[in-house]
């Protein structure tokens, strides 16, 4: 599985921002994916997953309820709807494929970041 995220930007706080993941491969309608984020110092931590359906979907604590996690098999594209943003929510976010947990470790395929400022 290849990945590509793109769909970031500049926004202002409470400004709204989709990211996509297109991937390729053939295997990717069975695999969970997942979005991470790292913010300048540091480490990468957990956004949001999804598994291979939809049907099972988790969000870190500081994105609940703002962010919504999607995927459409048929264009094999994962989504991340980015609502009410915040400064603290600037990062470069990656998405990721193979996995359905909190643990980056446990995903073996990353796409490239795209990065996401969001000012006061």
């Known amino acids: 599985v290849q990945l590509q995220a793109y769909g970031g930007g500049l926004v202002q706080a409470g400004g709204s921002l989709r990211l996509s993941c297109a991937a390729s491969g053939r295997s990717f309608r069975s695999v969970g994916m997942g979005w991470f984020r790292q913010a300048p110092g540091k480490e990468r931590e957990f956004v949001a997953t999804?598994?291979?359906?939809?049907?099972?979907?988790g969000y870190a604590d500081s994105v609940k309820g703002r962010f919504t996690i999607s995927r459409d098999n048929a264009k094999n594209t994962m989504y991340l709807q980015m609502n009410n943003l915040k400064p603290d929510d600037t990062a470069v976010y990656y998405c990721?494929?193979?996995?359905?947990?909190?643990?980056?470790?446990?995903?073996?395929?990353w796409g490239q970041g795209t990065l996401v400022t969001v000012s006061s």
């Open positions: 999804i598994n291979f359906s939809g049907g099972y979907i």
């Open positions: 990721a494929a193979g996995s359905i947990t909190t643990n980056r470790r446990e995903y073996e395929y």
